[in-house]
């Protein structure tokens, strides 16, 4: 995982979260699922898939196990490289709700700084026309299906984050958000399955569970600005490795299958307070 993030930037890779010892496992996850349901309480759950380019076998395996289990996708796509054939893949699959990962993974922090394409290191005006021409590309290729929604490469820079609420484009980065009002409006993601430090294999059933759990407890307790955020699962189907992909099946099928759990529309999730531009 990442370290602090460089002042005057956001950070967009998941952390752990500190739960209690032998929490991070199955039966943890249900027990803490249990506790919503005692209090009568919806815990709503998103997904949200990063650089998504072209259709490829992996991209079958991640929209077939969305449509498995009935769970709404959103998938960041990369503009620069994004292909018509992925637009006739996703076509009519009104679950997958296609967001704008950045233009290109072009890095533009000067050298000896943490990467970043979005960052506050280049004339906002550069910033945004880069943005808009992937804002342009994605509706040629993927129309409606696009939401206003920016989840950067790495680490979005606090001045270009300010400069997207201004126009009405949320944003999905890391941790629990700051409350439900936060400009630029974000659904963040709080648990990712990937060992980027490692191997890039599966992380372990114990972090990315502790991770997931950890954020709903400290939703259903207050220890969060936003108990009303849903629980964010990052992933990237081009890395998965058959441990990532057993998890996700094993998570999918845990979490449908209880009655705390709601997963709901994309869309509808980034409908902040004042809603996102169309």
């Known amino acids: 995982m990442p370290s ?3 002042q005057g930037s956001i ?3 998941p952390r752990p979260t500190a739960v209690p010892a032998g929490a991070g496992d199955w039966a943890g996850l249900r027990a803490e699922l249990d506790a919503w349901a005692a209090a009568g309480r919806a815990a ?3 997904w949200r898939d990063d650089d998504a380019v072209d259709a ?3 991209l079958d395996r991640l929209l077939d196990r969305a449509a ?3 769970v709404p996708l959103g998938l ?3 503009p620069a490289g994004a292909t018509p054939t992925l637009a006739e893949r996703l076509a009519g699959l009104a679950s997958v709700a296609v967001l704008q990962h950045g233009l290109s993974h072009a890095n533009h922090a000067p050298p000896g700084q943490k990467k970043a394409e979005l960052g506050d290191h280049r004339p906002i005006s550069a910033v945004l026309d880069d943005l808009d021409r992937g804002r342009r590309r994605l509706d040629t290729l993927f129309g409606p299906a696009r939401r206003p929604v920016v989840p950067p490469w790495n680490r979005i820079g606090t001045d270009v984050a300010a400069a997207l609420a201004g126009r009405g484009v949320a944003i999905s980065v890391d941790g629990p958000r700051p409350g439900p009002d936060t400009r630029p409006f974000r659904v963040n993601i709080h648990a990712d399955p990937i060992a980027w430090r490692g191997d890039r294999g599966f992380a372990g059933e114990a972090a990315v569970l ?3 759990i950890g954020h709903l407890r400290a939703r259903r307790t207050g220890a969060v600005p936003d108990p009303g955020e849903a629980t964010g699962l990052l992933t990237h189907h081009l890395v998965h490795d058959a441990g990532t992909e057993a998890f996700l099946d094993r998570f999918l099928a845990e979490t449908t299958g209880h009655p705390a759990v709601s997963w709901p ?3 509808d999730l980034f409908a902040g307070p004042a809603g996102t531009a169309p």
Do not use: H
Request: charged fraction near 10%; avoid cysteine.
């Open 4 to 6: 602090a993030a460089p």
């Open 11 to 13: 950070e967009t890779a």
């Open 44 to 46: 709503t759950l998103w």
């Open 56 to 58: 490829t076998p992996a």
């Open 68 to 70: 498995r289990s009935g």
């Open 76 to 78: 960041a796509v990369i």
């Open 210 to 212: 502790g991770a997931v």
């Open 265 to 267: 529309p994309v869309a």
